[in-house]
């Protein structure tokens, strides 16, 4: 599954887990930031439009796209 419907499909937790792994992986391999980046956006495009968009996952998105990587 690719991580942009793990963001987009799955339950809030699925989705945190998402982040978390894609923080991770970023923090690891700064190369993989802008792929990442792009992913979170296109997901955070769909939780506005789909109305799934939590306060949880808004601070997580928002925290992977400020990080210093």
């Known amino acids: ?3 942009l419907r793990l963001l987009s499909e799955g339950d809030e937790m699925v989705r945190l ?10 923090r690891t391999d700064p190369a993989l ?3 990442a980046v ?3 956006r296109a997901a955070m495009a769909v939780w506005e439009e789909t109305g799934s968009r939590t306060g949880r996952l808004d601070a ?10």
């Open 60 to 69: 997580a998105a928002k925290r992977l796209l400020a990080a210093p990587w």
């Open 17 to 26: 887990g998402a982040l978390a792994v894609l923080e991770e992986l970023c």
């Open 38 to 40: 792009a992913v979170v």
């Open 1 to 3: 599954m690719d991580a």
């Open 33 to 35: 930031t802008p792929g």
